[in-house]
Protein backbone atom coordinates (compact mmCIF):
# COMPACT_ATOMS: atom_id res chain seq x y z
CA UNK A 1 0.00 0.00 0.00
CA UNK A 2 3.14 2.50 0.80
CA UNK A 3 4.77 3.23 -2.09
CA UNK A 4 7.72 5.49 -2.64
CA UNK A 5 9.17 6.51 -5.75
CA UNK A 6 12.03 8.46 -6.69
CA UNK A 7 13.30 9.89 -9.59
CA UNK A 8 15.23 12.65 -11.60
CA UNK A 9 18.76 11.09 -10.74
CA UNK A 10 21.51 10.35 -13.66
CA UNK A 11 25.25 10.82 -14.89
CA UNK A 12 26.35 13.99 -14.40
CA UNK A 13 29.97 15.89 -14.24
CA UNK A 14 31.54 17.61 -11.26
CA UNK A 15 30.14 20.61 -10.49
CA UNK A 16 26.81 20.23 -12.01
CA UNK A 17 23.18 19.98 -10.66
CA UNK A 18 20.30 17.56 -10.45
CA UNK A 19 16.98 18.15 -8.83
CA UNK A 20 15.47 14.84 -7.27
CA UNK A 21 11.74 13.45 -6.77
CA UNK A 22 9.95 11.71 -4.24
CA UNK A 23 6.35 10.59 -4.89
CA UNK A 24 4.52 9.01 -2.18
CA UNK A 25 1.34 7.37 -2.12
CA UNK A 26 -1.86 9.09 -0.86
CA UNK A 27 -0.84 11.64 1.35
CA UNK A 28 1.80 9.49 3.68
CA UNK A 29 3.98 12.97 3.69
CA UNK A 30 1.46 14.73 5.99
CA UNK A 31 2.68 15.61 8.91
CA UNK A 32 6.18 13.67 8.94
CA UNK A 33 9.31 14.55 8.88
CA UNK A 34 10.69 13.20 5.58
CA UNK A 35 14.59 12.68 4.38
CA UNK A 36 16.54 11.90 1.75
CA UNK A 37 18.95 9.21 2.44
CA UNK A 38 22.59 8.28 0.10
CA UNK A 39 23.76 4.73 0.37
CA UNK A 40 26.96 5.79 -1.48
CA UNK A 41 29.96 2.56 -2.70
CA UNK A 42 31.12 1.31 -0.41
CA UNK A 43 29.36 2.92 2.64
CA UNK A 44 25.80 2.64 4.79
CA UNK A 45 23.15 3.77 3.79
CA UNK A 46 22.83 7.60 5.44
CA UNK A 47 21.15 10.82 6.09
CA UNK A 48 21.44 13.59 3.65
CA UNK A 49 18.97 15.70 4.61
CA UNK A 50 15.59 16.63 6.49
CA UNK A 51 12.36 18.16 5.73
CA UNK A 52 9.58 18.53 8.89
CA UNK A 53 6.32 19.15 8.33
CA UNK A 54 6.66 22.35 9.42
CA UNK A 55 9.36 22.90 6.78
CA UNK A 56 12.61 22.98 9.02
CA UNK A 57 15.48 21.38 7.38
CA UNK A 58 18.46 20.12 8.51
CA UNK A 59 21.55 19.13 6.28
CA UNK A 60 24.40 16.86 6.02
CA UNK A 61 27.95 18.86 7.10
CA UNK A 62 28.87 18.51 3.22
CA UNK A 63 25.89 18.99 0.98
CA UNK A 64 25.14 22.74 3.44
CA UNK A 65 24.95 25.36 0.73
CA UNK A 66 24.98 23.15 -1.84
CA UNK A 67 21.69 20.91 -1.33
CA UNK A 68 18.35 22.18 -0.50
CA UNK A 69 15.23 19.73 0.56
CA UNK A 70 11.63 21.27 0.06
CA UNK A 71 8.67 19.81 -0.04
CA UNK A 72 4.59 20.07 -1.79
CA UNK A 73 2.00 18.37 0.60
CA UNK A 74 -0.54 19.42 -1.89
CA UNK A 75 1.13 17.14 -4.56
CA UNK A 76 2.73 14.31 -1.76
CA UNK A 77 6.28 15.03 -3.13
CA UNK A 78 9.52 16.02 -1.86
CA UNK A 79 12.37 17.69 -3.33
CA UNK A 80 16.43 18.03 -3.42
CA UNK A 81 17.80 19.98 -5.30
CA UNK A 82 21.57 19.28 -5.78
CA UNK A 83 24.12 21.95 -6.37
CA UNK A 84 28.20 21.94 -7.10
CA UNK A 85 27.77 18.03 -7.60
CA UNK A 86 31.12 16.31 -6.14
CA UNK A 87 32.57 12.83 -6.91
CA UNK A 88 31.41 12.36 -3.20
CA UNK A 89 27.84 12.73 -3.63
CA UNK A 90 28.02 9.59 -5.96
CA UNK A 91 25.26 7.20 -4.72
CA UNK A 92 21.98 5.65 -5.00
CA UNK A 93 19.23 8.29 -3.23
CA UNK A 94 16.24 6.97 -1.34
CA UNK A 95 13.24 9.49 0.31
CA UNK A 96 11.02 8.08 3.05
CA UNK A 97 9.54 9.65 6.17
CA UNK A 98 12.06 9.31 9.08
CA UNK A 99 9.37 7.97 11.60
CA UNK A 100 9.97 4.21 13.01
CA UNK A 101 6.67 3.34 11.82
CA UNK A 102 8.33 3.58 8.11
CA UNK A 103 11.21 2.03 8.40
CA UNK A 104 10.52 -1.02 6.09
CA UNK A 105 9.02 1.09 3.15
CA UNK A 106 11.34 1.89 0.48
CA UNK A 107 11.50 2.86 -2.68
CA UNK A 108 13.54 1.81 -5.87
CA UNK A 109 16.13 4.90 -5.37
CA UNK A 110 17.64 6.77 -7.86
CA UNK A 111 21.32 6.61 -8.85
CA UNK A 112 22.98 9.68 -8.68
CA UNK A 113 26.88 9.30 -10.99
CA UNK A 114 29.43 11.99 -10.88
CA UNK A 115 32.00 12.06 -12.84
CA UNK A 116 34.99 13.86 -13.01
Known amino acids: QVQLVESGGGLVQAGGSLRLTCSAS????????VGWFLQAPGKPHGVVAI???????WYKDSVKGRFTISRDDAKNMVYLQMDALTLEDTGTYFC??????????WGQGTQVTVSS
Open 51 to 57: ISADETT
Open 26 to 33: GDIFRNEN
Open 96 to 105: KPISVEFRNY
